[in-house]
């Protein structure tokens, strides 16, 4: 007994000793995990505002599923086609994909499109915690619903510059009852067909369309029906007295949008996976691709429920808001506020979507200065009935580089241009690896007398520098003195304001092809955007699985 004793006693010496050494030495962090998605994308019935048409889904759900990793983690999506008649492809939007460029998701640039019946291996690493998305890069599918969240949170033990209790996540988007098929053909022909204006707003997959305005009323009753579930109010429920970070973002079609909360302000903490300086708003306003997380503490009279709406912003639509509810628990999820929704702020206040672009500073303590820039693009915005050529991986692209700038000189942004105006072509620009580039973006006047349209602008692969916006004509000689190069934040997507400009620096510092492109899916059909080069000899060795598309996939050897 008494050697049983002491054995035991020794143990229990070791186990302390070894216990304290632990609590003084650190240990090292769980490694990075592997994420695992297999994901079948397909068409299906569905009734997100009431209206039936056909959606593309993945797993049966528009939006599809949230991503949900953390920083460092591997995600793998086994992506199969069942479209039948449609080749696919998917962006991951904000994931720079360094080292992973063939799984950039852009069909035409990174990727051969996956054909019918085909399986594609997604694989990259979230390499920064944030705020993305997903959405198909492919014709004009993202309007059909193929798109979701991804939601990347720190490490185990690390802390954010804010606090919170719960963590949610809203995407908000303009819905068409016409098929994507019927939109690409008025796109394409000679006599021009304008999309028009979208015939819904949803809040997360889901908005309320009035089934008594239609105007060919169909046979079938459940064409349009006001009491289908699918279509009720998206509810997001809060506890009283508790703060919500709510990731709120933008995957329009068409629409720049204004959210809001009735009664509750919104402290805006980040933008495209970037802390900014708090500042607090009634309305936020979003161009499609761009994502913020807002603050909000859920502090109103908790016997009843509240709205949250969006309204088009920077165009005279006829779109009515989109509707949803905060929901108190424990009211119902589904019990009406008692309010008028609050109305949106007016659609032509430039001046109030200006200050607020103005106003995004990188936080304190996460301020990345910008290096000086090597090179200047200046690219003038607006609408021509002409489109660039797509660049395709199967042909050889014009070797000529696109032009740095316009003429400054004579160009007049305010008149409508001549259509001769307007640039064919699928040559590239190229970058020297590791050199810093400014990108101006110039609006202008569109076809269409006294029309500006606000374009949202997207970059893979990298995020730039936002230096500063302006208005009227960029001066290359003065405005370059007002840059912001204190505490910019830094984003992938930002908008250039009707009649405006706006200054961007990014690094060459990512090998490969990157598209650049106005992410208004009907002007990026139209052939609004362009491709950057940089680095492409240290990209690697390619994987079989990109070379080919179909039955040729990974016949070729590079």
């Known amino acids: 007994m008494v050697e049983l004793l002491q054995r035991n006693g020794c143990i229990l010496k070791l186990f302390l000793a070894l216990f304290l050494f632990l609590s003084l030495v650190e240990v090292p962090a769980v490694e990075a995990r592997i994420r695992h998605y297999k994901w079948e994308v397909k068409y299906e019935y569905k009734s997100p505002d009431c209206f ?25 999506v086994e ?3 069942s479209l039948w008649t449609e080749n696919v492809a998917i962006h991951w939007h904000g994931i720079r994909q360094t080292g992973t460029p ?33 959405h198909a890069h492919y014709g004009m599918q993202r309007e059909a619903g193929l798109y979701g969240s991804i939601r990347v949170a720190l490490p185990d033990g690390e802390s954010e510059p804010l606090s919170y209790d719960y963590d949610r996540s809203i995407i908000l988007n303009d819905w068409y009852h016409k098929s994507t098929y019927e ?58 007295g508790k703060t919500y970070r709510l990731r709120v973002a933008s995957l329009t079609a068409l629409s720049a949008l204004s959210f ?18 708090p500042f ?11 994502t913020y997380s807002v603050l909000i503490k859920a502090d109103q009279d908790p016997s009843r429920n509240y709205w949250m709406t969006t309204n088009v912003v920077t165009r005279n639509a006829t779109t009515p808001p989109g509707l949803a509810i905060l929901n108190y628990y424990p009211n119902h999820p589904r019990r009406s506020p008692p309010a008028v929704p609050p109305a949106g ?70 008149k409508t241009p001549n259509n001769t105006n307007a640039t064919v072509s699928n040559g590239i620009y190229r970058l020297q690896f590791n050199t810093t580039v400014d990108l101006i973006l110039q609006n202008a006047n569109t076809r269409n007398p006294n029309n500006s349209e606000t374009h949202p602008w997207h970059l893979h692969g990298h995020d730039f520098w936002v230096l500063g916006y302006g208005e009227g004509k960029f001066d290359m000689f003065n405005d370059p003195k007002k840059y912001n190069l204190v505490n910019p934040i830094m984003k992938n997507t930002v908008p250039v304001h009707r009649y405006g400009w706006t200054a961007l620096r990014f690094r060459a510092d990512n090998p490969g092809a990157w598209a650049f492109h106005c992410h208004i899916e009907s002007h990026f059909y139209m052939g609004m955007g362009v491709v950057f080069e940089s680095g492409i000899d240290k990209v690697g060795k390619l994987p079989s699985s990109i070379m080919g598309c179909g039955a040729t996939r990974g016949v070729h050897r590079p």
Not at 61 to 76: E, K, N, V, W, Y
Not at 192 to 206: C, D, H, T, Y
Not at 260 to 274: K, L, P, R, Y
Request: hydrophobic residues 35%; proline residues 8%; charged residues 15%.
């Open 280 to 290: 607090v708003v009634k309305n936020l306003f979003l161009y499609s691709g761009e």
């Open 102 to 134: 063939w799984s950039d998701g852009t069909e035409g640039v990174t990727q051969c499109p996956i054909v019918p019946g085909d399986t594609f291996k997604y694989q990259f690493v979230v390499d920064r915690p944030g705020t993305y998305l997903y």
């Open 345 to 414: 702020p007016a659609w032509d206040n430039v001046r109030a979507r200006l200050d607020q672009s103005l106003a995004i500073k990188a936080h304190q303590g996460f301020i990345h200065p910008p290096p000086t820039s090597d090179r200047v693009i200046v690219l003038l915005n607006n609408k021509h009935h002409q489109r660039l050529c797509p660049l395709n991986l199967t042909e050889a692209f014009d070797q000529t580089s696109p032009p740095d700038g316009y003429d400054f000189v004579n160009y007049d942004i305010y």
């Open 52 to 76: 039936k048409k056909l959606v593309i889904t993945i797993n049966g759900r528009s939006p599809g599923p949230t991503i949900l990793a953390q920083q460092g983690d591997t995600i793998i």
């Open 183 to 240: 939109h690409a053909v008025g796109l394409s022909s000679l006599k021009f067909a304008w999309v028009g204006e979208p015939q819904s707003l949803l809040i997360q997959g889901k908005g309320r369309f009035d089934c008594s305005t239609l105007t060919t009323p169909s046979l079938d009753p459940d064409v349009c029906n006001a009491t289908n579930p699918e279509c009720s109010p998206y509810a997001m429920t809060v506890v009283p």
């Open 79 to 81: 992506l199969t086609n």
């Open 260 to 277: 809001q909360i009735e009664g509750h302000n919104m402290t805006v903490v980040e933008a495209d996976g970037h802390y900014v300086e």
